[in-house]
Structures are given as structure tokens and as C-alpha cells.
């Protein structure tokens, strides 16, 4: 077995360095013009922001459409090619995806790429981010207990990386001072909200509500909560392997809700297959793979811990409940906060399962939490002040300028 451990990373050793003398000659040619490459987390899948950068490039620019291409990684590559037959796709790291990437006049991705594979001095790296910061990021953490690397290494693989980007996104004030200071970024910001949160606004409509929770849930009448936890770093049981236990009973949840009630939990990835439903599975639905903007859109509150999901949400104005449990390991002993957890949220804060489901009991009589409407405005004003239905718009308008000037 550790034989063929070793064969497999002698092989990989070896593709990479092949495509590494590819790349570096490729990336002498000049670039093809209005030639994008998109990528959303590491081409594991086809969302967040640059899918709506994407649809809006495509829709504007259907010239251009034959030289947008979507990153994927190999082992999604059919899946998704069934899911989008219209999207133009490259399998990461073949030969069709390195002759792209080095001719690329856009990089569009939404979080880091390789280290080692260098850019076109022709191209122009778009980095979108992919949320509203709540945890410490990037230099500002303190202690990185993530698996495979340690602090001083993930800092600077952090900086590094971000040097590259020549624009980055900023959602609001409060994150674009984050991030300049997080990544070491000193490129161009663009104040324009975030393009994957359009939706919220155009298509908060009864009609469109209706027609998502037929096609999700196949009836319209049903009201919905939505649990979005985040992942915890430290709870693994090796690399890339994470623990996760739901922290509530589905039993007495849905005793604190009408019959009408269902509940859609929203896993990260990592743990979606560790998550016991059984007994309740004509009421719960485990969704990781669906858009995640059309569970906001259906959802009539949303419990989440400390997820940047919260940010989001918020464009919606509609209530939150935040359930953490493990507050006082999660804010002193893994990333730390960057703001007064226990007092800026614009909904109830509990931290034991009895509060969780005395709250899940108001809200099920009133459907709201009104003695949070100041708060909720106050957060909405600050990190939600530059969002609109056009992100998009402003985005691909402002990468047609850069291609025209050159």
C-alpha cells in the first residue's frame, strides 16, 4: 500500500512539472482577447459569483459566449455537463484547460488556485471572494488549525496568492477594509456588492417563491426554516475528513412547529453524508448541491451560527436565529470574530439546546422577532449598503472597459 502511495505521488510530481514547462511557454503568446476562464471553489462546482458574473457576460456579450469557459474538476466534469449543457467547460489541469488558462485575457474565480501555475502577464485576475467576512481570515488569524499546514505556511500562501489578483470585489465598507488588510491587497477594489446576491432583489416575488418551492418541495403552501451551519476547522478526524453530530432533536424541533413546517439543512459539503435524518425524511431535505440563493428565496427564517451566510441573508430582511452552541471554544479558541458576536446580530443569540427551542417556539407564533427590527436595519445599513440587482452588470460592464483600453 505505501508502494502505490508512492507511485501515485510520483506520477502527480511528474504531470505537474510537464504542465509547468507547458504553461510557462504558453503564457509568452499574448492573449485571446475577451477570453474568460470562470471558476467557483476550485472547480468543485458551478455557482456563487462567478456563475452570475458568467450569465450576465454571456447574456450581454452572446458574441463572446464560444470563449467563456467554466473550470471543473475532472470527477464532476459529466455531472455537470448534464446539469449545464450550455456551459462551455474545461476539465482542470487537461490540455484544453492549460492552453485556456494561459491564454486567458480573465481569470473570474471565487477563491485561490495553485501556487505553482503562473499567470499570462496579459491576463487580468478577477477575484470575487466568496463572502461577507464574520471569522478571522487570511493574516488575521491568530492560529490556523486546519489539517495539512500551519500558521506561518497558510499566511503566506495566503498573501502570495492575493498579490496576483488584480481586482477584487468588496460587498461593503466593512469588508473592503478587511480584506485589504487580511490578503495584503493593494490592487483595485470594486465597490459593487456581490454579483451571486442579484436574486435577493429581482427575484424576491411571491410568483418566483412559489415556483421554487413547487420545484424543490413539490407544493407552494409549506412554510420553511433553513439550518445553514458553518464548518468547524478543528473537527476532524484526519485530513479532508470533518466530524458533524446535528445539535438539536428533529423530534422536538417540528413539537415547536405548525404541521406545515419543514426544514432544509444546508451541511458544508465535507459532512453532508454524516447528518442522521432518519424518521423525519418527509420533512427534512439535505441540500448542499442546490443554488443556494433559492433556499434563501424560500426560506421564512433562516438559523445559522457563524456562517457569512448571516450577510447574505440580510438582504432579504427577513428574521435570523443563531444557534451557538460552541461560542466560547469557536470565538477564543479556533478563528476569532471581528465584531461583538453576542450584540451586533439582528436576531436572538442562544447557546443551549433549551433556548433553541423556546426561540424556534416565538417564532413559530409571531414569524418574526420584532424586538430586533432597530438592529436588523442597523446591520442591514452596513453590510448589506452596497448590494443591488445589478452586480453583475457593473462587474462584466467593468471587464468590457478593461479589454477595450488594451
Known sequence: M??????IRFIKKSI??????????????????NLVVFESFQGKDINDNPAAIYEKWVEKYPE???????????????????????IN??????????????????????????????????????????????????????????PGTNTEKYKRNFTNEAHRWDYLIAPNQYSKDIFARAFDFNNHFLDIGYPRNDVLYY????????????????????????????????????????????????????????????????????????????????????????????????????????????????????????????????EDDIRGFYFDYRTEL???VVEDEDDFYKQIDAFNKEKKYSEYDKKYEEFYEKYCGWESADSSEKFVDEMRMISNDK
Open 2 to 7: 505505501k508502494l502505490k502511495k508512492k507511485v
Open 16 to 33: 505537474r512539472r510537464v504542465l509547468i514547462l507547458i504553461n510557462n511557454v504558453l503564457i509568452t503568446l499574448p492573449v485571446k482577447k
Open 64 to 86: 463572446d459566449k464560444s470563449k467563456a469557459y467554466f473550470t471543473v474538476r475532472k470527477a464532476q466534469y459529466k455531472t455537470f455537463k448534464e446539469l449545464y449543457p450550455d
Open 89 to 146: 467547460m474545461v476539465r482542470k489541469f487537461m490540455p484544453k484547460w492549460v492552453w485556456v488558462m494561459a491564454r486567458a485575457n480573465f481569470w473570474v474565480f471565487n477563491s485561490r488556485t495553485p501556487k505553482w501555475w503562473n499567470k499570462n502577464k496579459g491576463t487580468v485576475y478577477m477575484q470575487t471572494w466568496h463572502g461577507t467576512p464574520l471569522k478571522k481570515l487570511g493574516t488575521d488569524i491568530e492560529n490556523v488549525m486546519m
Open 203 to 330: 427575484g424576491d416575488t411571491q410568483d418566483n417563491i412559489s415556483r421554487l418551492k413547487k420545484e424543490y418541495l413539490g407544493r407552494d403552501d409549506l412554510n420553511v426554516i433553513t439550518y445553514a451551519p458553518t464548518w468547524r476547522d478543528d473537527n476532524y478526524k484526519r485530513k479532508g475528513v470533518y466530524n458533524f453530530e446535528l445539535p438539536f432533536s428533529l423530534k422536538t424541533f417540528f413539537e415547536q412547529v405548525d404541521d406545515n413546517t419543514v426544514l432544509i439543512i444546508r451541511p458544508h459539503y465535507l459532512v453532508k453524508d454524516f447528518i442522521d435524518i432518519k424518521g423525519f425524511e418527509d420533512r427534512v431535505y439535505i441540500m448542499v448541491e442546490e443554488d443556494i440563493s433559492d433556499l434563501y428565496l424560500m426560506s421564512d427564517l433562516l438559523i445559522t451560527d457563524y456562517s457569512s451566510v448571516m450577510f447574505d441573508y440580510a438582504n432579504l430582511k427577513r428574521p435570523m436565529l443563531f444557534y451557538a452552541y460552541d461560542l466560547k471554544h469557536y
Open 346 to 348: 439582528p436576531g436572538p
